[in-house]
């Protein structure tokens, strides 16, 4: 049967890229979304974004909605210091399996927990499962209707605390209205905008990131 495309593309992360090597590993499937199959990885630019505020916050533990390939997961994973806990939570079993091979090919596998399922299951069951009491940065990246339910469920469930930071994904494109009226409109947040582009393309989108006031 035909192979997908989360499949193309670790195949061409394995021809083209140095196993052990995270920059090789995000370079190889950058070119691949350029040059071979649009996918829809955060990408270069608005993965510089990422990797500053990650860089800035220098979290002790992280939280990722929405592994997808595992692209946004090694450029994370490949910034943390030793004892970093980090979990990423992938909702389609086809795509973890191939982010799974990605990170293990980034030689990033001993830095990340992958966790299949629905993040409405999972997030309440977190400091149970993980010995996690909160998250000092969290990477929305998964369906964008989840964005404004699941942040509410970190709110009950008491996983922020004062000073976590959230960076939300494609608030412009395809966009998360309901979030972003929520975070900016919140006085328990503190919001930027961070305009970019919308993956390998010229279309209008950026990052949301809120800090957590307690
Ligand atoms: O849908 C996206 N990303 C979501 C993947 C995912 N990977 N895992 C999940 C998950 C994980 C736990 C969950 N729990 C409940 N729902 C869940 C969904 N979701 C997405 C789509 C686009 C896009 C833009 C323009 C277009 F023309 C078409 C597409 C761009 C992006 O940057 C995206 O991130
Ligand atoms: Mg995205």
Redesign the pocket.
């Known amino acids: 049967t035909r192979s997908t495309r989360p499949q193309r593309m670790l195949k061409a992360v394995q021809k083209n890229a140095i196993r052990g090597n995270p920059e090789s590993v995000i370079s190889a499937i950058d070119y691949f979304c350029k040059h071979s199959e649009w996918a ?1 990885n ?1 990408g270069d630019e608005k993965g510089c974004i990422l990797d500053s505020v990650v860089t800035e916050v220098d979290p002790s533990t992280v939280l990722e ?4 390939c595992g692209y946004s997961t090694v450029r994370i994973a490949r910034l943390l210091s030793p004892g970093t806990k980090f979990i990423t ?4 079993p086809a ?1 973890a399996e191939v982010a799974r091979k990605i990170i293990a090919y980034a030689g990033l596998q001993d830095k990340v927990t992958l966790v299949e399922g ?3 299951d999972l997030i309440p069951q977190i400091k149970k499962l993980y010995g996690i009491t909160t998250f000092d940065f969290i990477f929305l ?4 209707d ?1 964005y404004l339910p699941d942040i509410k469920l970190f709110e009950e469930y008491g996983l922020l605390g004062k000073g976590s930071v959230l960076l939300a ?2 608030v412009i ?2 966009g998360t209205p309901e979030y972003l009226e929520y975070v900016r409109n919140s006085p328990r947040y503190e919001s930027r905008y961070y305009p970019s582009h ?2 390998y393309t010229k279309v209008e989108d950026g990052l949301e990131k809120s800090l957590f006031l307690g």
């Open positions: 829809m955060v909605l929405g592994t997808y939570v992938e909702f389609n795509s629905a993040s409405g990246d998964h369906w964008k989840r994904d494609n494109c395809p919308l993956e």
